[in-house]
């Protein structure tokens, strides 16, 4: 992918149909002029930026994160085939003990008495 216009189109091209909201940071190459400019010609794509500071909003940074740790950390390569062959096994690993998304903490599991002790009058 060579440009974020081309992306766009990609996604365009792949769903005909309803309204398409991109939601990206706010890197430079996601509100350049040719950007835009794709942007006001195609109305039914929304452009929304994660807000300045909330890094933490960007699902991707965290991805790519525990990417980088599973797939490249500590690792040199002779060629291109083989960063190639430790994204795709990275990926099958990631992708076995893949999870459902949840925002926020999990609920504490539920506490259970040891004991119970009864009293009778």
Known sequence: M??????????????????????????????SMSTRTWLEEHPRIQHVFIPVGACWLNLQ??????????????????????????TEVATAQLNARARSWIWGRPAPPTRRLRRRYVYFL
């Open 61 to 86: 940074e965290g991805w790519w994160r525990i990417f980088r740790k599973t797939a490249l950390a500590g690792r040199s390569f002779g060629d291109r085939d083989h960063i190639t062959h430790a």
């Open 2 to 31: 060579d440009s974020p216009v081309q992306f766009l189109q990609l996604v365009e091209d792949a769903n005909p149909v309803g309204d398409i909201y991109v939601i990206t940071d706010n890197l430079s190459s996601h509100n």
